[in-house]
Structure formats: C-alpha cells, structure tokens
C-alpha cells in the first residue's frame, strides 16, 4: 500500500470545473441538502466525507444528474460544469451523463463480455468510426484503468467473471471510455478487500492527470491518501471545504474536528 | 356401546373417536395439573398440550387403522368371494366381474331385508335357492338381473357373512386402539413429560404428510394413465401411433389412431399463441416495470391481472362468437369481407384458437417477465445510465440481456399451458385432424381429442378410448419436460443474483 507521504499533494490551482451555489435537494417532502456552494477544481481530485445520510452521495449525483431517475427527488440551486448550467432546459441529461462518468458503490459490469462493457459507452455515443478504432478505444480505456495487462488475453471472457478488485477498475476503464471530463466516484471501495482498494486508489491518483475527480468515502485515510481537496458534509449542509491538509490537521469549524477526531459519526 | 362395535358404516366409530378424544383432552390437561398440585409454572409444557398429546393418541392410531381396514376389506372380501364362484356358474358370454355384480346386490338385498324386519339376520344366512326367491326379492326392492342360482346365493351369503364379521372386528380394533390411546396418554401427563415436543412432532408428521400425499398424487396419476397406455399399446401398433399419419378413429377396429397430425395442430395454435402473447406480454412488462409511474403500475398491473381470472371456457365462448366470426369477416365471404378474399369458409380455425389464447397467455408471462426484470439489480440500470444511455438503451441492451435466462423460462412455462390448454381450442379450433401449414383452416389438437374420445359412451376396452391415456402421457411427458426445461433455466439464472 502507498504510503500517504509519497503521495504529492499537488497544492497548485487549476481552473474551477464545476461550480454550485446554493442546491438544495428535496426527496418528496423532506430535504436531504440545502445551501451548498462549492467550487470544485479540474485535475485534482476532491473528497466528500461525513456520517452516513449527510447528502455526500445525494450531491454528487447531482452532478451528472443521476438524481433525474428518481421520481421523487427534486433539485434547486445552480450547478455549472465549464460555465454551462446543467439544469439549463437545452442540456441534455444523457449527453451529460456522457460528460461526467460514475463510479458506483458496488462494481456493477453488465453480463457482457469484458470487451463489450467498455465498449458500450463508445456504440451508445457513436465514437468510433470503425471496428479497430473501437478496438483502440478499449485497450486505452483497459490501459487508464489499469487493468488491461490482466485481461487482454480474455476480453471476450464475461466481466462478471473476474474478481472484485478488477470488476471496479473494468467499471472505472468503462467509465473513462466515453472521454469524459469529469469523474464522479460513489464510495468506489467500500466493497473491495484491501489490496484491491490498494489498486483503485493508486489508479485515482493516475486519473488525477485527465480528469477532474471527485469521490465519496467513508474512510477519512482514503480522503488523506488520495485527495488534494476535501468537503465535509453533515446533516445536509457542506460544513468545511479546503485542502484535504488543512481540513485533516487544522479544521475551522468544531463539527470537522469531531467527526475527523472519531466523535460524531 | 352396542351400535358401536356392530355398525357397519363409520359415522358412529369417528364421532366416538372424536368423543373420546374431547375426554382425554380434558382429562389430560387436568391429570397433569393435579400432578404439580395446580401449578401450572412447574408443568414442562402448557396445560393445554398435555390434552393436545391425548388426542393426538386417541385419533392417529385409531383412524389410521379405520382408514387402512376401509381400504383392505372390500378388497379381501371380494377376492375371496370371486374364488368360491365355480366357473360353470358364469353364463356365456358374461364375466365374473357382472356375476360379482349380482353377488353384491344380492348381499345388499339381504341386508336391506333384515334391516327392514323382514328377515331376522339367521334366516338370511340359511336361506336356500327357491324359485321365488327372485320375485321375493323384487317385492323388498332388490332388482336381480339373471336368476339366483345357488352358487350365487351361497356366495352372496359368504358375502355378507364376511362384511358382517369384518365389521365387528374393525369396530373392536379401533375402539380399543382410541382407550390404549387414551389410557397411554393419561399415563404419561405429569410434569416431567415433554407434551410440548410431542406435540410439535405431531405437526411436522401432519406437514410432511400433505406434502408427500401431492407427491404420491401426481406418481399415482402417471402410473394409472401408464398402464392404461400399456393396454393400449397392447391393441395398437406404437409404430402408427408415434409414426402414422392420419388420425381417423372408427368403431369398427381398423382406426388409423397417429398422434402426429394431433402434434402438428397443437403445436401450431401454441406457436400463434406465443407469437401474440410473447411480444404483448412481455412489452406490458416492461412498461409496467420501467416506465410507469407507481400510480399507473397499481392500477394497471391488477388489471392485466384479471385476464389470469377468467375461466377458459369464456376465452373458448370469445373465440366462437366473436374472434372467429371476425375472422372469416376478414378473410372470407369474397366480395363481402373486408379483404374480398375468400381463404376462411368456418369460424373455427387455427388462428381464431391461437389468437384467443394468445390473449390468454399475456398476464402470464407478463407477470412472470415483470418479476424476473424487477429483479435486474438496480445497479446494472445505474451503470447504463451513467454512461449516458437512454431508457430505452438501457432496457435493451442491459436489462434485457440480464432477464433474458428468466425470461425464456417465462416463455416455456407459457408454452407448456398453452399445448395443454384445452376449452378454448375445443370451441375455438375445430375438429379435423390434419396437418396443413394454412392457419385459416380449422385442425384439431391432442387435448380436443382427449376429450372427443372419452365423451360417450365408452368402453374402457377398445383402443379408440384407450388411445385417449396415451395422447394424455405424451402431453404429460411434453409439458412436464418444457417446465423443467423452464425451472432449470430460471433457477440457473437467479443464482447469479442472489
């Protein structure tokens, strides 16, 4: 396992990517976030941590707007990804969704083929011309997610086959196979034994050069191992927001310290 | 106590059963509180399982007995009645089974005699062969058809005597295994007995015997249609019935009886029923289970339900009156029908059957296929739409893909009740046996037939009846294959979710 130290913590500004002011989100009739403004950089990845049900998930399925298939939930506010406002009436979800890939909890590989899992994202958005472009679309995905030495010699083996550790980076090589810009990730290691989180982690650190990162977790050293920024979120609001060193050594707010102190959860 | 150990009939025995256990409810509970001294805490179980106990030990020995003695008797009593009938006593051109016949009316005569006054019970036994005994009888209300000779007398006597002392030794046996019963179970209500896991016992005996009792059902069912086969197959050769081709029963004994044109028929009308059930059933599934909102999915599930409801003899009266006559509106009559063609003379037809079954068929599998795509983890859904996949997308290439297993053995299941559905092809098909790739035309199907053969008169002796148990084990065999084809594709298909 990667030792935090090693890590560089790249404190340079990049250019803000996705910005938020004032979103609130209501399931049915109650409110599950309210008042978040955030400004969430490009090539860096950032963190959201809190207790169970503070809104970190619900938030950031607000991004791509995986809330629109629930049909209870309702969101307000302004969220803007490069400028354009993504509950403008004229953007489409889907197209959007296409944008900004997610990662999900459980590693979810549809009972295709290896091959066809990556390549799903591409046929659906029509991104290659032919078979061998399709072909190099894969085994670069396959590539930036590390995994492609494992499994370029079965790639027409179903994904449901492999192991836990190599279905979530064949999730996340899908993820990236439809070029998106940003990439969200929903506790993407909650279901993986150590090593496999190992590997997902040091791939999040890679992916660090493309894209724009952001992931939930529960566990405060995986937010100091692989964020450069983290938000802290509790009961619905985003309580402190800064650089994954300050919020971990010197946190402004009292309810940050309880929580990374272990004394609310 | 008297009417009790002479009756011939059970009602008395099972009400003097059931008494008998309301005492030793009642006497066991109370013997096994006296034994604590009225405390019942210090009691292993209940008060209340203690009587439980008891009446368990007073019915299940005691019925059970009665039960086996009922099914044994009349068995034993007629096998060695048959034996003492002399083979010269069978007048030409009858059997023995119609002499038993007489053996027993003759016997049931008598007994109505002694019961009436008529008689005492001594002079039944001795009575002797006279000439009027017949006209005798006839005036008591007993018709005999052939004269009472004595051999028929003497066997009918033999009859009543052994049902009489058969009687009597049932009657004992039971009464005494009720008291053993009842005694054995007041013997052990005291407060270290365990009535409580006896008692559980007894309920798991009680549930494991209704479930073998659907099993040795269903194994008694193929067995009886089996040896009816076998007879059958001993009077026709198998090679025209599984290889034949023309299906043309007669009376005369030179049918042409070939399973094949029946095959063809039904295997046809199932095929359009699936054809129209298949895509209906399984779209509504997919809008129920993807698409609708919760307030249309409740109302609209329960409705597509309700076309499971009706009986299919009403699906069989729809296609008769009104899909048939459509029909032929459409494609016959020349220049009066729609098309002014003239392909569809008769209102039955292949298509009228398998169009109105194929109605039939769309809440079964659309329920079936609405469970089996619920049960498409959600995740998978999340993860096409993440990547930027519409609904539709999404439905066709991850959903279906994954329910495709269950979905399959949906259909199959399907296939299997329409090859064994019969109402709607008898109204709905028609009757004529042929194989034919015209679907306008009327045909028959193996269940049609089943039915035509059996209704009647029938003697259970010709291969014309008979050929009926072997069209029934052939479907048997068919649509129990096509279901455990279809359990074995949907139990192999929810392993890889559960």
Known sequence: ??????????????????????????????????????????????????????????????????????????????????????????????????????????????????????????????????KSDLDDIVERALRRGAIWDEVKDRLHAAGTGLSGGQQQRLCIARAVATEPEVLLMDEPCSALDPIATAQVEELIDELRQNYSVVIVTHSMQQAARVSQKTAFFHLGNLVEFGDTDDIF????????????????? | MGIILTTSTVVPLVVFIALLALGGYILARRRAMTSTGGDSRRLHSLPSYYGYNAVMSVTVPALLALGIWL????????????????????????????????????????????QAGVMTSAEATDLTATDGLRMWLAEQGVAIGGDINPEILAAAQAYREMNLTGHVARNLVVV????????????????????????????????????????????????????????????HPWTDFFFGSSWAPNFRGDSDLSILPLLWGTLYISLIALLVAVPIGLFAAIYLSEYAGPKVRATAKPLLEILAGIPTIVYGLFALLTVGPFLVQVFGRGEAGFLGV?????????????????????????????????????????????????????IRQVVLPAALPGIVGAVLLAASRAIGETMIVVLGAGAIARVSANPLEAMTTITTRIVSQLTGDSDFASPETLVAFALGLTLFVLTLGLNVLALYIVRKYREQYE
Request: proline share 5%; glycine share 8%; aromatic share 6%.
């Open chain 1, 249 to 265: 050594t010197r946190p402004q707010d009292p309810r940050t310290e309880s929580y990374i102190t272990g004394r609310i959860g």
């Open chain 1, 1 to 130: 396992m990667k030792d935090t130290q090693t890590l560089e913590h790249n404190v340079t500004r990049h250019p803000v990517k996705i910005a938020a002011r004032d979103v609130q989100v209501y399931y049915g009739d109650s409110q599950a976030i309210q008042d978040v403004n955030i400004d969430i950089n490009d090539k860096t990845v950032t963190a959201f941590i809190g207790p169970s049900g503070c809104g970190k998930s619900t938030f950031l399925r607000c991004i791509n707007r995986m809330n629109d298939t629930i049909d209870v939930a309702r969101v307000t506010g302004d969220i803007r990804i490069d400028g354009e406002d993504i509950y403008d009436k004229r953007v489409d979800p889907v197209q959007l969704r296409a944008k900004v890939g997610m990662v999900f909890q459980k590693p979810n590989p549809f009972p295709k083929s290896i091959y066809d899992n990556v390549a799903y994202g591409p046929r659906i958005h029509g991104l290659a011309r032919n």
């Open chain 2, 71 to 114: 099914l044994v008797q009349p068995m034993f009593v007629q096998s060695s009645v048959m034996e003492m009938i002399p083979a010269q006593a069978v007048p030409e051109g009858s059997s023995v089974n119609l002499v038993m016949r007489d053996v027993r009316r003759l016997a049931e005569g008598l007994d109505n005699a002694v």
């Open chain 2, 176 to 235: 005494l295994l009720a008291l053993a019963g009842v005694l054995l179970a007041l013997r052990e209500s005291h407060a270290e007995f365990r009535a409580r896991n006896r008692v559980e016992l007894g309920i798991k005996a009680l549930l494991i015997l209704a479930a073998s009792l659907a099993i040795l059902t269903t194994l008694g069912i193929v067995l009886s249609m089996l040896f009816e086969t076998i007879n059958f197959f001993r009077l």
């Open chain 2, 342 to 394: 003239d392909w569809m003379s008769g209102a039955t037809s292949v298509l009228t059957a398998g169009l109105v079954m194929g109605i039939m068929l769309i809440p079964f599998v659309s329920s079936l296929s609405d469970d089996i795509i619920n049960a498409v983890p959600q995740s998978l859904r999340d993860g096409s739409f993440g990547l930027g996949a519409t609904q539709s997308e999404t």
